[in-house]
């Protein structure tokens, strides 16, 4: 038996998946969003230019089709805002705010644990040339309303971080250098490495004893310059007008070069250590880390999907899921009544019914079992006697009541 690659899963049942895309999908159309496709297949060189060649994301867990030609190198994505970006500076003007959002998989050769796969599925959010913070609180708003409002989840917080500007950081990194320095034997073999090539990401350590030491770091947030300050407070009173709640967390940097300013988590301790389900921020420098020469500020996010599927799962009952149509299940009880049984399919399925014909079963009884397995609300049962009359037997599952019904009235009797 051939079984699925590592860290990936077959989809059996779809309906939690493709409700929280079509929830989400319909939830920010509202707000104005409207929805693109971009391919899965894209250059390299656009996620080690916006990443950044330091990632973990970059450095190990790309799935790159090996090439020739080392500029022609292509992958699968490991995740969609580069992606969006491109596609955003490729199509040349477009009115601003550009909103859009795009779901599909994304890849990552990471090890896989619960909730965390090497083909995983993202909703993605982004707003392309949005300056404004408000447009941070608003997006941040419109999240906390589909999880709790849509998804109906209860248990998860929102952790949220404010980078500052490029110059802050760079203010920031000797102070945080001297830190390191003076506990350096402490420090773990990673966080060894991250203060040479990425001194922020030492505060996505996991190790404890980093961990308790960070606690005493210096933090970006007690270091932005005024304009930063300003926007920082701002993003937090209008979060809170917005009755918004929310945990400053000031370790929280995200993994990826181009985030400034906001960066954001919704975490539920529902998924054990992999635990971010919606994660995102500001990303003013993508445009430019791209090529572009026009500055575009703009934010955005990422809902998980297999995490949210996944967290939705104890709470299919309270949710609006649609609901299956009635099933028509069609009986000959012979291959003596096919012809007959094939017209009625037909004829029903035209009509707009749901129908299933049940034409491999050895005696009535087996057929009927099978039947109220595919959970049939009408059985249309096809004798030898009801091709005589012109008539066919309609049980009603749920009552057991069967009534003998003319042909030719069958449609209009099963739709009144
Ligand atoms: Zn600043
Ligand atoms: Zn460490």
């Known amino acids: 038996m051939i079984g699925p690659v590592r860290g990936t899963h077959d989809w059996l049942d779809t309906s939690l998946f493709n409700f929280v895309i079509a929830t989400a999908a319909h939830h920010f159309k509202r707000a104005n969003f409207s929805e693109i496709k971009t391919p899965v297949l894209e250059p390299t060189e656009l996620f080690k230019r916006s990443l950044g060649l330091h990632t973990d994301v970059v450095s190990k867990e790309m799935f790159t089709i090996a090439s020739h030609d080392e500029s022609d190198s292509i992958c699968l994505r490991p995740e969609a805002t580069a992606s969006v970006m491109r596609a955003f500076l490729a199509a040349g003007q477009q009115?601003?705010?550009?909103?859009?959002?795009v779901h599909g998989p994304m890849f990552r050769h990471e090890r896989p644990q619960?909730?965390?796969?090497r083909e995983f599925h993202q909703f993605n959010l982004e707003l392309i040339g949005a300056e404004s913070i408000a447009h941070d609180a608003f997006t941040l708003a419109l999240f906390e309303q589909l999880f709790s409002q849509q998804f109906k989840l209860d248990s998860y917080?929102?952790?949220?971080?404010f980078l500052g500007c490029a110059d802050d950081r760079a203010q920031l990194r000797p102070k945080l250098n001297a830190f390191l320095d003076m506990h350096f034997d402490t420090l773990c073999a990673t966080c060894k490495v991250r203060k040479e090539k990425n001194v922020m990401r030492i505060f996505d350590c996991k190790n404890e004893?980093?961990?308790?030491?960070?606690?005493?770091?210096p933090y970006i947030t007690d270091h932005l310059c005024v304009s930063c300050e300003k926007e920082?407070?701002?993003?937090?009173?209008?979060?809170?007008?917005?009755?918004?709640?929310?945990?400053?967390?000031?370790?929280?940097?995200?993994?990826?070069?181009?985030?400034?300013?906001?960066?954001?988590?919704?975490?539920?301790?529902?998924?054990?250590s992999q635990n971010a389900f919606c994660s995102g921020g500001r990303y003013n420098a993508l445009a430019t880390m791209l090529g572009s020469k026009t500055d575009y500020p703009s934010f955005g996010a990422a809902i998980g999907i297999d995490r949210v599927a996944l967290m939705l799962e104890p709470l299919r009952a309270k949710l609006a899921l649609p609901q299956p149509a009635a099933i028509h299940a069609?009986?000959?009880?012979?291959?003596?009544q096919h012809h007959l049984a094939l017209l009625i399919a037909d004829l029903l399925f035209d009509a707009g019914l749901t129908v299933e014909l049940i034409v491999d079963g050895d005696s009535i009884k087996s057929m009927m079992r099978k039947a109220n397995?595919?959970?049939?609300?009408?059985?249309?049962?096809?004798?030898?006697?009801?091709?005589?009359?012109?008539t066919v037997s309609v049980k009603t599952m749920m009552t057991g009541i069967e009534e003998k019904v003319v042909q030719r009235d069958l449609v209009s009797f099963l739709k009144k």
């Open 232 to 272: 920082w407070h701002e993003l937090k009173v209008q979060l809170e007008i917005l009755a918004v709640s929310y945990t400053h967390t000031p370790s929280l940097v995200r993994g990826l070069d181009y985030y400034d300013k906001t960066v954001f988590e919704f975490v539920s301790s529902a998924l054990g």
């Open 373 to 390: 397995k595919i959970g049939a609300q009408y059985a249309i049962i096809i004798g030898p006697d009801e091709v005589e009359a012109g």
């Open 330 to 336: 069609i009986i000959p009880l012979s291959s003596a």
């Open 209 to 217: 004893q980093c961990k308790s030491l960070y606690q005493t770091a």
């Open 157 to 161: 917080a929102l952790l949220i971080n």
């Open 95 to 101: 009115s601003l705010p550009w909103k859009v959002f």
């Open 114 to 117: 619960k909730g965390r796969f």
